[in-house]
C-alpha cells in the first residue's frame, strides 16, 4: 500500500510538472551581478524569452522560433527540461583592445518538445553586460538535408527608442552612413543596431559567431502597448531559403550589449565571450603592425590599379614605399593592382605578377629592411576562382615571407548569383580563413560580411572593411563622408569589430570638387587611435608624410594594447578613447567631435597613481577649422599624473591625439 502512494505521489507530480509546461512554465536566469534577468518559457505553446534591467523589463515577451522545410517550430510545444551552469575565467587574446578578457555568465538551456516529437534547444548566456542566446535544433531528419525558411525570432522592446543604423536593402559591402530616428520608422537593417533606450540606458543587438549560417538583419514592427518588435531577416540564398542544413543545427548568438553609458557599449566583450576559443595552437606568426600603401593615390587619380604610364605597382614604386616604411617604423606596404587580369573577375591571377612588377625581388628587398610586403587578391566578387586558386597562392606568399593579404570583393553578388552575408558567403570567407591559417597567413578582408567575433576562433582573421571609409573622401560626388561618420562608427560598426576605416590622410586636396576628409589634421590622428584596427593602414601617399611633424604620432602608435578606457562619448557627436600599449607603459588618447566645437574635460584617472608622465599633445591649433584651415595643428608638451586633467579643444569636426609617456 505504501509503495502504491508513493508511485501515485510520483505520477501525481509529474503530470502537474508537464501541465504547467506546457501552458506557463518558465524559467529565470539573471547575470552574476543581478541586473540582467532573462525569463525564458512558453506561453500558449509558443517559446518565448523576455528581458528586465535593474528590475525594468526592456524586451518584452517574444516568440523564439523557426519555419524548417514546411512547419513552425516554436509555436506548439511545451517545456520538458533546463538546465544550469556558471563560467568566471579570464582568457587572453593573442591581440585586440585588451590583453586580458573576463568571461563571466550564467547559463540556461531550456530544452521544447514540438507536438509532433522534434526538438529544440534555446542556451541563453546572461553577463553583466548583456546576454546572448542560440538555437540547438538536433537532427531530427535522419541525415538528410533540411531546410530553414525562416527564423522566428523576435526582439519586442517594451517602448520605442532612438536608433543608428544602416538599411540592409540599399547599402551595398554595409558602406553607407548611420542615421539616427526612431525604431518604428526603420526600415530592415543591418546590425549592429545601436539604439538610446532611454536617459541613462544604451542597447546594441547584433550577433555572435556567424559560421555556416545566414547574417541576421531586423525589421521593426510597431506591437501592442508602445512596443517596437524587431523580427529576424536572414539574409537569403537566391532559391529563397534561408539556411540548408544537415545533422544538428547551431545557430549563431543573438546578443544584446546593454550599458548605462554610450562608452560602455565600446568596453563590452561580450561578442567575443560567445565565440569558441582560438583553433591556432601557435599564434607567434601573428603580428599585428602598422602599414602604408600604394592605395591613396590610385584613388586620387594619381596612379592606377592596371599597369600602364601611370601603375601604382611597379617594383621601382614599392622599394620606395618601403624605404619609408623602414625609416619610419612601418610594418608592412601594400600595393594594389599587382596582378593581371586586373578588373576581370575570370582571369585575374593571384599566383602571376606583371610584367613592371618583380614580386619575389620585392619581398627579398623589403626583408632585408625589416618591412614585409602585404599581399592583394582582389576577385571582383568571383569567390570560386580565389578558392581555385588560394592553396597555391598563399603558399607562395608564404615561402616569400608575406604575411598578411588584403582579400577583396568588389561585385555586386558572389559568383554572379548569391549575397555576400548569405550562407554561400559565410561558407566561403571561412574557407578562406582557415586555407590562410594553415600557410600563417593573416586576412584583412575587404566587402566582408558585418564581423560577428570569429577573430576569437581564428584570429589570424585581423581585419575587416564593411565601412563607408576613407576612399569615399576621395571620389564621393556627393562630398565625402559627414564630419560626424567617425564619431558615430565607434558605437556602431564598430562594435562589430576591428575596422578597416584607414585614416590619417595628412594632405585634403580634391579631385572632385568639396570632396575630401571633412576634418582637421589633428582628427586625423585622433582617428588612428579610436578606429581600432590591429593592422592599422596609414592611408596617405608617402609624398604628404615627408617633412609632417604629424607623422611622429602615427610611428609611435601601437595597433595592439593591454587596456581601454572610454572617458567620455556621445553618438555622433564626439568620443574619446584612451588605450594603453601592450608590453609597455605608454597610453594614447584620441578625441574627435563632428561638426560642432567642443572643450572637454580629460581627468587622467586611468594613469598609474604613483607615477609621473609627459604628455604630448597634438591638438587642432587656435584658428582650426575643418572647411577654413584644417591644417592648422599644435603640438605641447606637459608633465602629468593621475590627478590631473587636461583640457580639450576640438575645432569643428576637430580633434586631438595624446601620447602619454611614464618617466
Not at 285 to 292: K, L, Q, S, T, V
Request: glycine share 8%; hydrophobic share 35%; net charge neutral.
Amino acid at each position: 500500500m505504501k509503495r502504491f502512494i508513493v508511485s501515485f505521489i510520483v505520477i501525481v507530480n509529474t503530470v502537474v510538472s508537464l501541465g504547467v509546461a506546457d501552458c506557463s512554465a518558465h524559467e529565470l536566469v539573471a547575470s552574476p551581478d543581478g541586473a540582467v534577468t532573462v525569463t525564458v518559457g512558453v506561453k500558449s505553446k509558443q517559446a518565448f524569452y523576455s528581458v528586465s534591467y535593474k528590475g525594468k523589463e526592456i524586451v518584452s515577451p517574444s516568440a523564439l522560433g523557426f519555419v524548417i522545410n514546411d512547419s513552425k517550430m516554436g509555436a506548439k510545444v511545451r517545456m520538458v527540461g533546463a538546465s544550469r551552469s556558471s563560467k568566471d575565467e579570464v582568457w587572453h587574446q593573442p591581440w585586440g583592445e585588451d590583453d586580458a578578457v573576463r568571461n563571466h555568465y550564467n547559463e540556461l538551456t531550456v530544452s521544447y518538445k514540438e507536438s509532433d516529437g522534434r526538438m529544440m534547444k534555446v542556451v541563453f548566456r546572461v553577463f553583466n553586460d548583456g546576454f546572448g542566446f542560440r538555437y540547438i535544433v538536433p537532427d531530427a531528419y535522419h541525415g538528410k538535408e533540411y531546410r530553414v525558411m525562416d527564423e522566428l525570432t523576435e526582439m519586442a522592446l517594451a517602448h520605442d527608442a532612438m536608433a543608428w543604423s544602416i538599411p540592409s536593402n540599399h547599402t551595398e559591402y554595409f558602406e553607407g552612413i548611420y542615421t539616427r530616428d526612431l525604431l518604428s520608422r526603420k526600415d530592415t537593417v543591418c546590425t549592429p543596431l545601436t539604439i538610446a533606450y532611454e536617459d541613462g540606458l544604451f542597447l546594441s543587438i547584433h550577433e555572435a559567431a556567424l559560421e555556416d549560417y545566414a547574417s541576421m538583419n531586423l525589421t521593426s514592427r510597431k506591437g501592442k502597448a508602445g512596443e517596437v518588435r524587431l523580427l529576424t531577416a536572414l539574409t537569403p540564398w537566391k532559391s529563397g531559403v534561408k539556411v540548408y542544413a544537415q545533422g544538428e543545427l547551431k545557430s549563431p548568438w543573438r546578443t544584446m550589449i546593454i550599458s548605462e553609458t554610450a562608452g560602455g557599449l565600446l568596453t563590452s566583450r561580450l561578442m567575443l565571450n560567445l565565440n569558441e576559443p582560438s583553433r591556432i595552437a601557435d599564434t607567434s606568426w601573428i603580428e599585428p603592425g602598422r602599414y602604408i600603401g600604394i592605395w591613396w593615390s590610385i584613388h586620387k587619380k594619381q596612379n592606377t590599379w592596371e599597369m600602364g604610364p601611370r601603375h601604382g605597382a611597379t617594383t621601382a614604386n614599392v622599394k620606395r614605399y618601403m624605404d619609408f616604411a623602414a625609416r619610419h617604423g612601418f610594418s608592412g606596404v601594400l600595393a594594389e593592382g599587382w596582378n593581371p587580369g586586373w578588373g576581370d573577375g575570370e582571369r585575374i591571377s593571384y599566383v602571376t605578377s606583371y610584367p613592371d612588377f618583380d614580386m619575389e625581388e620585392v619581398c627579398r628587398y623589403g626583408l632585408s629592411k625589416g618591412v614585409r610586403f602585404i599581399g592583394h587578391t582582389e576577385t571582383w566578387g568571383n569567390s570560386k576562382l580565389l578558392e581555385q586558386q588560394m592553396d597555391s597562392a598563399f603558399a607562395w606568399y608564404s615561402r616569400m615571407g608575406i604575411r598578411a593579404v588584403k582579400t577583396g570583393y568588389v561585385g555586386h553578388l558572389f559568383d554572379g548569383k548569391e549575397l555576400s552575408k548569405s550562407q554561400y558567403g559565410i561558407r566561403h570567407y571561412r574557407r578562406v580563413i582557415e586555407c590562410a591559417a594553415k600557410h600563417h597567413i593573416m586576412i584583412d578582408n575587404h566587402e566582408p560580411a558585418m564581423p560577428t567575433g570569429i577573430q576569437r576562433t581564428w584570429p589570424n582573421l585581423m581585419t575587416q572593411e564593411g565601412v563607408r571609409g576613407q576612399e569615399y573622401n576621395a571620389w564621393d560626388r556627393r562630398g565625402g563622408n559627414p564630419p560626424s561618420h567617425t564619431v558615430t562608427l565607434p558605437f556602431t560598426r564598430g562594435l562589430a569589430g576591428p575596422t578597416d576605416f584607414t585614416p590619417a590622410i595628412f594632405n585634403f586636396s580634391e579631385i572632385v570638387p568639396g570632396t575630401h576628409p571633412h576634418s582637421t589634421l589633428a582628427k586625423q590622428l585622433g582617428e588612428f587611435v579610436v578606429i581600432y584596427s590591429p593592422l592599422q593602414m596609414a592611408a596617405d601617399a608617402i609624398e604628404n608624410y615627408e617633412g609632417q611633424p604629424a607623422l611622429s604620432f602615427i610611428e609611435s602608435c601601437p595597433t595592439t594594447w593591454s587596456r581601454m578606457v572610454v572617458p567620455h562619448g556621445e553618438i555622433g557627436s564626439y568620443v574619446t578613447i584612451a588605450r594603453k600599449e601592450r608590453g609597455g607603459e605608454r597610453w594614447f588618447v584620441g578625441s574627435i567631435t563632428n561638426e560642432e566645437a567642443r572643450e572637454l574635460s580629460l581627468s587622467l584617472d586611468f594613469l598609474d597613481a604613483d607615477a609621473t608622465y609627459r604628455a604630448i599633445i597634438y591638438e587642432d591649433g587656435a584658428d582650426a577649422d575643418y572647411e577654413r584651415n584644417p591644417y592648422a595643428m599644435s603640438i605641447r608638451q606637459q608633465v602629468v599624473t593621475s590627478k590631473d586633467t587636461l583640457q580639450l579643444r576640438l575645432a569643428r569636426s576637430g580633434g586631438a591625439a595624446i601620447r602619454i609617456e611614464k618617466l
